[in-house]
């Protein structure tokens, strides 16, 4: 789409808004000195509300505590369109030394997010000085989505009833991904996620007088062992989950056996369906296993996530958006899924939309996400800036 851009109608978005690189990748090393972590975005929140509102953007601030959501309209167009970046850090230290590593020990931007913002950013200057499209824009900047429920949290206070969007976009950084690149698929494209914790309760006692006991170490081995089953035997073939057992606490004596073990850990599937199979059976197993050695066995199964699943139309919509800038071969609409989850899920549960990858590339500090050495890449600004403003312009053209 490229109408009544006028003079400049000869740049693609990406093109256009490398002409602000150089603010954009200052913005974006502040942003990652001053990590924030899950609902604490005040100071993050407050920059991005001040740049929104000097581009005449209207700002919302304080929905989901720290969350901020900037409104542009243009034109006489009904529809509107959510986009959606996340402003949190996370709890860990930074390794690397460079100017614009963490100045908050403990804290820090291992996940990419700071550039997320940024790209929102540098979409929104984008759009409010270009305004190529027909409608409403709803820039949404998310807090908390490392674990913590941010996406939920502005949802539950009115997100989509405030600002209703009749479809919504997010992405994420894609270390090892060559930047300039794109990765999406239709479907569920990220794993939903759930935490577990299992008790049992035996009967503790000398470990030299185990017939006077009911051991619930020996009971907790056997349910490890048989949930190993529950992938292999219950879920279909062509499905994907995985149960992971990550703690088991047990005694602390080499002479006592203890009264009761605890069992921790996740469970990833793609459908919501697998994961209700996969907490029925750890509970059949783990409760009938403890039955039956006189145990008990109490599950707590906690859904942290749902899948993140593409609707059709809008993951063909931002791929096509893609390839118009950087052409078919950069852009792998097939992209494998991931057994990662990631909180825009439940926007995506509210309103139809895609989530997509932008390649940071793989030189230095280009590590995986989550590692203490690992740094957003400020060359990707403009391709996830303006694949984020080129969707805008994709789902609202202006009439000719
Ligand atoms: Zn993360
Ligand atoms: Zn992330």
Avoid at 108 to 137: I, K, N, P, Q, S
Avoid at 166 to 184: C, K, S
Avoid at 196 to 220: M, N, S, W, Y
């Amino acid at each position: 789409m490229r109408l009544h851009r006028g003079q400049e109608s000869e740049l693609t978005p990406i093109e256009h808004i490398r002409r602000y690189q150089d603010q954009l990748a200052a913005w974006r090393r502040d942003f990652h000195a001053h990590p924030e972590t899950g609902f604490e975005e005040h100071r993050t929140a407050a920059l991005v509300a001040e740049r929104l509102e000097s581009w005449g953007i209207e700002v919302h601030r304080g929905i989901g505590r720290t969350g901020v959501v900037g409104v542009l309209r243009s034109g006489r167009g009904n529809r509107a369109v959510g986009l959606r970046a996340d402003m949190d850090a996370l709890d860990m230290p930074e390794a690397n030394s460079f100017a614009h590593a963490s100045t908050i020990p403990g804290k820090m931007h291992g996940c990419g997010h700071d550039g997320h913002t940024t790209m929102l950013l540098g979409a929104a200057r984008y759009l409010a000085e270009t305004r190529a499209f027909d409608g409403t824009v709803h820039f949404i900047f998310q807090p908390a989505e490392e674990g913590q429920g941010g996406a939920q949290a502005m949802i539950a206070e009115g997100l989509f009833e405030r600002f209703p969007c009749d479809t919504v976009y997010g992405l994420h950084n894609r270390p090892g991904m060559p930047v300039g690149h794109y990765g999406i698929r239709e479907g569920a494209m990220m794993a939903g996620c759930a935490f577990f914790d299992l008790a049992i309760r035996g009967k503790g006692g000398h470990a030299a007088r185990p017939e006077a006991t009911v051991d619930p170490v020996v009971c907790g081995a056997q349910v490890i062992s048989a949930w190993q089953s529950i992938v292999g035997r219950n879920v279909a073939p062509y499905d994907t989950a995985v149960i992971s057992v990550t703690g088991f606490e047990a005694g602390t004596a080499y002479n006592v056996i203890p009264e009761r073990v605890a069992l921790r850990g996740t469970v990833r599937a793609f459908r919501t369906e697998t994961m209700r199979l996969l907490e029925t059976r750890m509970r059949a197993l783990a409760t009938s296993i403890a039955a039956g050695f006189g145990a008990t066995a109490e599950l707590d199964f906690r859904e942290i996530t749902v899948p993140v699943v593409n609707s059709p139309e809008q993951a063909a919509l931002i791929a096509d958006a893609a390839a118009a800038m950087v052409g078919e071969p950069h852009v792998d609409r097939a992209r494998v899924a991931a057994m990662g989850s990631e909180d825009f899920s439940y926007m995506l549960a509210e309103r139809p939309g895609a989530y997509i990858l932008v390649g940071n590339g793989d030189g230095p500090g280009s590590c995986e996400v989550h590692n203490p050495g690992y740094d957003f890449n400020d060359a990707a600004i403009p391709y996830g800036a303006g694949i984020l403003a080129a969707v805008v312009e994709r789902e609202m053209p202006q009439s000719a």
